[in-house]
């Protein structure tokens, strides 16, 4: 059908092609083993929904309201915005967008266990960062950038005897007001990344980066709205940063649980998917009362470690006594002759394999170019702030074209930011 070469990715990008072996398309659908899959996974489910119910109850319950004095408040007098990205479009980028990647893939392969382990793994991911997330929202308290004017919404202070602040903002506001640390992003792009890694072979040690640049958009899409959430003042650059690394925790944990790491050479499967294809060799086998596989000994013994899916037939691996040799010192490696990979020798077909990588690359340069020429979000600076912006302006140390030729681009940014009483606010961006 024309629909299902429209999602082929072989037609377009070669390589692609060949990267997952191909099913029959009949052999794992929803309608032949959804039904007994999910009825084996039903605790896990069952789960999701526990999980469910106390996201809920820690969304309701009222945070620990953390003392803030008068000398607290100069860090928490940003202006009160909206969020650029709503709260409801959380589930649409997080759970919906992988769950449509899910589907793509699906229809490819018509692969149940794939759809239905990433599914299951994605929500466990959205569903324990949530709730890991929120309970320590609501132990901590942390006040959000914005708790001024959640507090004193007229500019008014009041204070208690202890210096403490007295509030007489709304109540929903005084209560979101205390749910800073930390912030929740990355959980299910984080998974997403995991997933796309995998299923295009992105560490096959081919040296194509450009795959690399498919494994990391959904980490900077999370990236930017953890961004935004700085930007809008309703979060601290730690709390997104800690609240990242606990999303991307959690879902490197939810992800390993359901597929095989993304460098190894069955990432492109769930455990599950491997585990039912050699159950059917061996059932096959059973019937036709004939052995699938001949048991050979070989000489010297094999490592036959188990399977982590705990399956009944252990991989075959070969050791070379040559390359165990090099690798403990006993034997060189041999010399290659001189002029056997040239550039004149295979220079062209090297480019040529490679050729989407230099294409993606000079795309990233497009993107560097319109980035280095847009204007910069103009980020809120109060009086209190700027003592710590009143050092003077002066010229890079290792000027702006140095740096293609020497790689301290950070050391300049760190060692001459200027003052912002200058109209040349950025040395070079």
Same mark, same amino acid.
């Given at each position: 059908m024309a629909w299902r070469g429209f999602i082929s990715f072989g037609r377009i990008w070669p390589p692609f092609q060949g990267r997952m072996p191909r099913v029959d398309p009949s052999a794992h659908t929803i309608k032949s083993h959804g039904a007994t899959l999910a009825r084996n996974h039903l605790h896990d489910w069952l789960i999701l929904l526990l999980l469910i119910v106390i996201e809920v109850i820690l969304f309701v319950i009222h945070p620990f309201y953390r003392f803030v004095g008068r000398d607290m408040l100069e860090d928490l007098k940003y202006p009160m915005k909206e969020n650029t990205v709503p709260v409801w479009a959380v589930p649409l980028y997080a759970v919906l967008l992988p769950m449509a990647v899910f589907l793509l893939f699906y229809m490819r392969r018509r692969d149940v266990y794939d759809l239905h382990h990433s599914v299951l793994g994605l929500l466990f991911a959205v569903l324990i960062t949530a709730v890991l997330t929120d309970a320590i929202k609501d132990a901590v308290g942390r006040p959000r950038p914005d708790f001024y004017w959640r507090c004193f919404p007229d500019g008014v202070e009041v204070y208690d005897k202890w210096g403490g602040v007295v509030c007489h903002g709304k109540e929903s506001d005084i209560k979101e007001g205390h749910k800073s640390f930390p912030s929740g992003s990355f959980a299910g792009l984080g998974f997403l990344s995991l997933y796309l890694s995998g299923k295009i072979k992105a560490f096959d040690r081919q040296g194509h980066v450009a795959k690399l640049c498919i494994v990391f958009l959904p980490i900077l899409a999370a990236c930017l709205v953890g961004?935004?959430?700085?930007?809008?003042?309703?979060?601290?650059?730690?709390?997104?940063?800690?609240?990242?690394?606990?999303?991307?925790?959690?879902?490197?944990?939810?992800?390993?649980?359901?597929?095989?790491?993304?460098? &190894?050479?069955?990432?492109?499967?769930?455990?599950?998917?491997? =585990?039912? /294809?050699? #159950?059917?060799?061996?059932?096959?086998? @059973?019937?036709?009362?004939?052995?699938?596989?001949?048991?050979?000994?070989?000489?010297?013994?094999?490592?036959?470690?188990?399977?982590?899916?705990?399956?009944?037939?252990?991989?075959?691996?070969?050791? &070379?006594?040559?390359?165990?040799?090099?690798?403990?010192?006993? =034997?060189? /490696?041999? #010399?290659?002759?001189?002029?056997?990979? @040239?550039?004149?020798?295979?220079?062209?077909?090297v480019a040529r394999i490679h050729m989407h990588d230099w294409f993606i690359l000079l795309l990233l340069v497009i993107i560097d170019a319109v980035l280095n020429i847009i204007e910069p979000f103009h980020r809120f600076v109060g009086r209190d702030m700027m003592t710590d912006l009143s050092y003077p302006l002066k010229d890079n140390t290792i000027p702006f074209w140095a740096v293609p030729i020497t790689d301290t681009r950070t050391y300049c940014k760190m060692h001459t930011r200027p003052s912002i009483f200058s109209p040349h606010y950025c040395c070079d961006n």
């Open positions: 961004i935004s959430r700085v930007d809008d003042y309703w979060h601290h650059w730690q709390d997104v940063f800690a609240g990242g690394l606990l999303g991307l925790v959690v879902a490197t944990f939810c992800y390993m649980q359901f597929f095989p790491p993304p460098y &190894s050479d069955d990432g492109w499967g769930p455990y599950a998917y491997f =585990k039912a /294809m050699e #159950e059917a060799r061996v059932n096959s086998n @059973t019937n036709r009362d004939s052995p699938l596989v001949q048991t050979m000994e070989v000489p010297g013994g094999v490592n036959q470690a188990p399977r982590r899916n705990g399956d009944t037939l252990p991989p075959f691996t070969y050791h &070379s006594p040559s390359l165990e040799a090099m690798e403990l010192g006993q =034997k060189e /490696m041999p #010399e290659i002759q001189l002029g056997t990979h @040239t550039i004149r020798s295979h220079g062209t077909s």
